[in-house]
């Protein structure tokens, strides 16, 4: 039999050519619940800021998919007992780890479903996977939430330095062209051995993981972060908001996507668990839902639904002010002012609640490396791990370490501050 028939291959941008032995894996990959990642952005609104950041979900689980097949080749070398029952199971989990993500990805992570986090979708598609594949996927559930005997396999899906992280970092440099982002990939994972049963570094990788903890900071300052993502999420949020007020208020609202508005009218939420109804409904949205929904609130009666979709479809989108929390509170107060005078001059609701649509104060929160809670460790000569801001010869490493929290406050860029 010719071998080439036994396989696939994916032509990647970031990763070369990437090949996927037919079987279960392959399976997935052409089942719909995979596929459908293909119409989800994988940087959500980060495109209106970074042109060429059109990358999909799809994209980053095949590439997560192969540092899986490289980093698991690379341990087995190194005599570490993996059979080939575990490195289909963890190739699975890291396939499906992001399965669970819906429209444009985090934007709307808190919109849709109370209590949600993607993870959580994530588990239930795979359990649902499960039962469709006769138990084929048991073993992968078991790593995916750390049931499993052997948790460096699990450390591989979920971890300060795992194959998501590593993948997403190179893909999402790769199309935004923000190069601060490139980690070097290759020695990372030819670096990692398993020792007493937990995935670390060796000494000669120490250099690319300081490398990859100060790209991580650094892309999410530059991308993740950037203050116009900031200001185009807050201002889907609040077209979302919109929405759901009017249909609280008894207004007749088009909603063109069946999903998106059961969505709206029955407001899920998975406190206890995720409804079978719910899962149905959440896998049969994409981007597309969103994007067609808000063309049609383009034409809306309700004249704030209205002007925020045009605002949004026209990228006029609102201008990110960060500040610290005493004088985001005390400018929260003027911008109110400040924006109900504008919306009474140019013929739009003016009243208080319709304001609150026009401006928001958030957070943004990124920590580059937890080394408490989830170390990365480094193999010395010794043969001792020791963590790794010990082991690194520089200072920033402990730096690096501290959350950064940066209060701020979205507004109407027509307001002068």
């Known amino acids: 039999m ?26 997935l990959i052409d089942h719909a619940y ?33 540092l899986g097949q490289r980093v698991l080749k690379n341990l087995r070398e190194k005599d570490t007992t993996i ?22 990805s985090h934007t709307l992570e808190h919109t849709l479903i109370d209590d949600f986090s993607h993870e959580m979708m994530s588990l ?55 190069s601060e982002g490139s980690v070097g990939i290759n020695r990372i994972l030819k670096t990692m051995r398993v020792f007493n049963g937990n995935v670390v570094i060796e000494k000669k990788g120490i250099y690319a993981i300081e490398n990859y903890i100060l790209s991580r900071r650094l892309m ?8 116009t993502v900031l200001s185009a999420d807050a201002l889907l949020r609040s077209i979302f908001r919109r929405v759901q007020f009017l249909i609280g208020s008894g207004e007749k609202v088009d909603i063109p996507s069946e999903p998106l508005n059961y969505f709206f009218k029955k407001k899920p939420s998975s406190k206890k668990k995720i409804s079978d109804t719910t899962m149905k409904q ?44 005493k004088q985001r509170h005390l400018l929260r107060e ?28 958030d957070e943004s929160f990124s920590e580059a490396y937890k080394y408490e809670s989830e170390s990365i ?19 920033h490493i402990i730096a690096l370490t501290k959350p950064v929290v940066k209060p701020y406050l979205v507004h109407l860029k027509e307001l002068s501050l």
């Open 334 to 361: 003027e911008i109110h002012t400040k924006t109900q005078h504008y919306l009474k001059q140019n013929g739009l609701p003016c009243d208080d609640h319709s304001t609150r649509f026009y401006y928001d104060a």
């Open 282 to 325: 959440y896998l049969a949205l994409d981007d597309h839902d969103v994007y067609l929904s808000i063309k049609s609130w383009l034409h809306s009666d309700d004249k704030i639904l209205s002007d925020l979709t045009r605002r949004f479809l026209n990228r006029s989108l609102f201008r990110t002010l960060l500040t610290d929390r």
């Open 2 to 27: 010719d071998k080439s028939s036994q396989y696939k291959i994916f032509s990647d941008p970031v990763h070369g050519f990437i090949t996927i032995p037919k079987g279960i894996i392959l399976k």
């Open 83 to 104: 059979s080939d029952a575990e490195v289909t199971g963890t190739l699975i989990a890291i396939l499906l780890h992001d399965v669970g993500h819906g429209p444009l």
């Open 377 to 395: 460790w480094i193999l010395d000569d010794e043969n001792k791990a020791k963590e790794f801001s010990k082991a690194a010869d520089t200072k």
């Open 34 to 66: 995979v596929q459908r990642l293909r119409r989800i952005r994988q940087l959500g609104l980060g495109y209106l800021v970074f042109p060429a950041a059109e990358h999909s979900r799809f994209s980053h689980a095949i590439g997560a998919l192969e």
């Open 124 to 178: 239930k598609i795979m359990e649902t996977l499960n039962r469709e594949f006769d138990g084929e996927l048991q073993t992968a559930i078991d790593i995916f939430t750390d049931q499993y005997t052997k948790k460096f396999l699990h450390q591989l899906i979920s971890s300060q330095l795992d194959m998501d992280r590593l993948d997403y970092l190179k893909r999402d440099s790769f199309f935004t062209g923000v």
């Open 220 to 227: 999410y300052m530059q991308v993740y972060l950037h203050k």
